[in-house]
């Protein structure tokens, strides 16, 4: 990861997410139930589930419907089969995407992921045009006053972060997936509160946007968003931090 903090994007797609609840309680009750079903019932040792229930506190998704995604991901309760899929692509300005989709019928959200990538001015393109440009990482947002930089900085590199970062009133650390328990674990045995936490993919390196194309770009977002199908979406544009998010 170059260059200054790109989390304002995800915070920013975050916030429109949130704005449609049904879709959001959706999304997650599959990622639950699948991440059941390839991993068991418990979140120790598994750390999707443990990811997904986690996204689903700070959603406020009811009980009742996690208990149901959890016991169709068992076998206890009947549900339907989704397969997970990986779109590919670019959006405006050569902005690379790349979709994690879980869907019960293949050929429909092909489709429509198609459409959508087309009508936006980008184009899907095969599977592997664009991962290698991404890397699968844990994300922990600190707030800049919980914390003295120095201090911080030695409690996550010792406990296996790869970097830390000041991005103005907060603090990025990046881990590797295996190192996230322990870093989780270091900043809760030191008082350190977290913002937000997930693994996620980060782009090796960001296309800087116009105003425009910025644009063009999250409204191919949101349009992917809108699709229950499409659990997350990732891109490598740097969206100006004066975007207008009215």
Known sequence: MSGHSKWANIKRKKGKNDAVRGKITTK????????VRMGGADPTGNMRLKLALQKAKENNIPKE????????????????????IVYEGYGPAGVALTLSVLTDNRNRTA???RHIFSKYGGNMGETGCVAWMFKNR????????AADEDRLMEIALEAG??????DGDEYEIITVPEAYDDVEKALADNRIPVEHAQITM???NFVALG???AQKLENMIDAFDDLDDVQDVYHNGDIPDDMDEA
């Open 65 to 84: 419907n996690i208990n149901r995604a959890v016991q169709k991901g068992a076998g206890t309760l009947e549900g339907q089969s989704y397969e997970e």
């Open 111 to 113: 489709a429509e992921v």
């Open 28 to 35: 997650i009750s599959r990622e639950i139930t699948i991440a």
């Open 211 to 213: 105003k425009d194309d």
């Open 161 to 166: 972060a790869d970097d830390i970062r000041a």
């Open 138 to 145: 844990g994300v922990f947002i600190v707030a800049g006053e």
């Open 202 to 204: 980060v782009p090796d």
